[in-house]
């Protein structure tokens, strides 16, 4: 649960559709810069050293023309004359004859205050690049805390490298809904090419797919809800489940289960993980029949699964399709731990632009640079402070992005009111002129469903592609004061 919050019933488009956010109020603790800012600033810094260095390499270059002896027998009489001239100066009826001496004395004293306090700064000559006085700008940004987040970030970047096999908790995800009249008229069909068992969600076995076979669940007319599940060679009973059925690959690597759901109207009907028919429990669909009552297909598997059947890419650009995983994991990560608009029907977040576009296996199969990219950041989510960052994306904004308050959801054009979001800091304003649409104008951007909140996926197409940004440097651009942690 959120600390300090309430939880909230969300339906974000991601997108390009026009359904909208309720606006919500609650305090939210102020989060420090995040790392990657700091680490920034603390390698502006280091620029500044680096200048200040060179700044001392030439004062030594100066002083060496200068204040250099032409031989070392030269520099060695000037040090003798100088050492006897101070006994002069401490005594002078001692030593008249070294009163001449002032000249060598002068020099050499030159020398040793001007000149030699600067021979250690003779190596920072491969400073040249960094003679700018705009690295002053950068001088305060050395204390512990720009250089400990420094040091966080470098070890976050170095976690990168150890990719994890643990694929994250699960996430159940909404595929699509059969009214009764629907599935009484065309039964769901299941089938996989491994054994997979028919349970009624508890402990009860109703029977055993072999690959080859299929498995059928329909409505039972006047039963007042009971799904009954069959398959058309009689290898288990027919058998009336109540209001759920599930399906489960049985045996072997949790990787390779995978179901053919022959979902309708659609070219993506295989998915990993599980399988599960469910009457939604909302109140009206307790008292409807007929093409009211909803009976959701679910599918409940690790989130790095479903991440794989990324839907809102297709790849071509790495650093903007990571982007896109990041944002894609974050945004299923924050509809696991807080959302609630979907708990009555049995799942946490749609497959559809309604939530954000997951299309499973064969979207997988068809774009395998996604799962491959996912892997390489696997398990990395962002936060802001303790808490999962929302990580709202759309495709176009108007040349700026919108603080959560002032998004268009649901169409609605508003004017841009604020800078920082008091809702949901990490959505704040952020200049996109990478992601500005060429032609639509604010109000007609919004009414064809670009709510202009967090991420602008045009954005970061174009930063990754034209202006060589990595996907880590996108994030922290769009996102406010967000940390990338890697939860596994």
């Not at 990041?326 to 608009?341: D, I, N, V």
Request: charged fraction near 25%.
């Amino acid at each position: 649960m959120l600390k300090n919050k309430k939880v909230f019933s969300i339906f974000l488009i991601p997108l390009i559709l026009s359904s909208f956010f309720l606006p919500l109020s609650f305090s939210v603790a102020q989060a420090a810069q995040s790392d990657y800012e700091l680490h920034e600033k603390y390698e502006n810094y280091e620029k500044y050293v680096k200048y200040k260095k060179y700044k001392k390499y030439k004062e030594y270059k100066e002083a060496k023309e200068k204040y250099k002896f032409e031989s070392s027998a030269e520099k060695n009489a000037a040090k003798e004359a100088y050492k006897n001239y101070k006994d002069y100066l401490k005594n002078p009826a001692a030593y008249p004859q070294y009163a001449g001496l002032y000249e060598l004395y002068k020099k050499y004293k030159k020398y040793k205050n001007k000149y030699q306090p600067l021979k250690e700064y003779s190596k920072y000559g491969k400073y040249k690049k960094y003679d700018d006085s705009d690295y002053n700008d950068y001088k305060n940004y050395g204390t512990d805390t720009y250089k400990n987040g420094h040091a966080r970030y470098e070890s976050f970047l170095r976690d990168l490298t150890h990719v994890t096999s643990n694929r994250g908790s699960s996430i159940k995800v909404g595929l699509w809904s059969y009214s009764k009249d629907d599935l009484i008229d065309t039964p769901f069909k299941i089938e996989s090419d491994r054994t997979f068992q028919i349970t009624d969600c508890d402990s009860t076995v109703i029977g055993e797919i072999e690959p080859g076979e299929n498995a059928r669940v329909t409505y039972i007319e006047g039963s007042g809800g009971d799904l009954q599940v069959y398959n058309s060679n009689e290898l288990i009973p027919t058998t009336n489940t109540g209001q759920e059925v599930c399906f489960e690959i049985t045996g072997g690597s949790e990787q390779n289960a995978i179901f053919d759901v022959n979902r309708p109207d659609s070219s993506y009907d295989q998915y990993r993980g599980k399988i599960k028919l469910q009457h939604s429990n909302t109140l009206d669909n307790e008292n409807e029949e007929g093409n009211s009552r909803r009976i959701w297909v679910i599918n409940e598997l690790p989130l790095e699964f479903y991440v794989w059947g990324l839907g809102e890419v297709g790849g071509g650009v790495d650093e903007h399709t990571k982007t896109m995983i990041g944002a894609f994991r974050t945004y299923g990560r924050w509809y696991m731990e807080y959302a609630t608009k979907w708990a009555d029907e049995g799942f946490q977040i749609l497959s559809t632009s309604g939530s954000q576009l997951y299309k499973g296996y064969d979207y997988e199969q068809s774009h395998a640079s996604i799962r491959q990219l996912a892997q390489q950041t696997n398990g990395i989510i962002m936060k802001y402070g303790e808490d999962i960052a929302l990580a709202a994306y759309g495709s176009w904004t108007d040349g700026n992005t919108r603080r959560y308050e002032d998004g268009h959801w649901g169409g609605t054009c508003r004017s841009i009111t604020g800078t920082r979001s008091s809702v949901y800091p990490e959505l704040s304003k952020v200049s996109d002129p990478y992601g500005k649409n060429p032609s639509l104008s604010t109000c007609e951007l919004a009414a064809s469903g670009n709510h202009m909140v967090g991420l602008s996926a045009n954005g970061s197409l174009v930063l990754a592609r034209d202006y060589d940004w990595d996907w880590t440097k996108i994030l922290n651009y769009y996102y406010t004061d967000i940390n990338l942690v890697k939860e596994y």
